[in-house]
């Protein structure tokens, strides 16, 4: 999971960002409407967590944006208890969800997943691909039912490619992806390869077939079809 938080409030900002790193989710923060726009340009997220008082403006402009850039993207937005206008509007523009301030870190974290699962896993905590099927809320995978021991990363790639099945990914697209936006000041990104090579021998020899093709010259595959 890929989240964007766009919260003004730094010290409540440094409490949620160690939070959801705390749950391996992966999260990106911006300050300010600029910032915001900035990012959602040139990068994707699933989840956007999007406090509507901004300094440079009001977050339900970050919500029309979103939702004209990646209609699939989740947001879910962050108001003062006596906004309940700026709720409706904010649903009414195409958020998924609103919390109210204060709140509870799992309350949060437990609605950033519930969207998560809805947008991505249409409710569901497995993905399931014929012998491989990987459990969300226990951070599992197994092939025919055998538990199959990966690395942080290598569970983190499995779950990119599985959520953009039969699509092509650039190794730009995946960099970006598990290591963040900074990641694209690198001078090559020939490690994708080896982490790539790695995933595929352990799901090989843990029984699955060969799932994520190399396409010569634009990126990689996770499809089924032969």
Do not use: C
């Not at 999007?50 to 300094?55: E, T």
């Not at 691909?129 to 983190?156: A, C, F, G, P, R």
Request: aromatic content about 8%; proline content about 1%.
């Amino acid at each position: 999971m890929k989240l964007l938080l766009i919260e003004d409030n730094h010290l409540l900002a440094e409490d949620i960002l160690a939070n959801l790193k705390d749950q391996s989710i992966g999260v990106e923060h911006v300050s300010t409407l600029t910032d915001a726009r900035e990012k959602i340009g040139v990068y994707a997220y699933d989840i956007l967590v999007v406090d509507l008082g901004l300094p440079d403006g009001n977050g339900l402009d970050v919500v029309r944006l979103i939702k004209e850039v990646d209609a699939n993207a989740g947001v879910l937005i962050v108001t003062a208890r006596d906004s309940v206008d700026d709720k409706v509007t904010g649903l009414e523009l195409g958020a998924d969800d609103y919390i109210t301030k204060p709140f509870h870190m799992a309350e949060l974290i437990a609605r950033v997943r519930s969207l998560f699962r809805r947008k991505k896993l249409k409710g569901s905590n497995v993905i399931e691909v014929n012998e491989l099927k990987v459990d969300i809320s226990l951070s599992t995978v197994s092939i025919n039912d055998q538990i199959i021991e990966m690395t942080k990363k290598e569970y983190d790639l499995l779950l990119y490619f599985l959520y953009n099945r039969e699509k092509m990914l650039t190794k730009e697209n995946i960099a970006e992806h598990l290591w963040g936006d900074h990641i694209d000041q690198a001078d090559s990104f020939d490690f994708i390869y080896t982490h790539i090579k790695n995933l595929r021998k352990k799901l090989q020899k843990g029984g699955a077939k060969d799932y994520i093709k190399s396409v010569y010259g634009m990126g990689y595959k996770f499809s089924t079809s032969k």
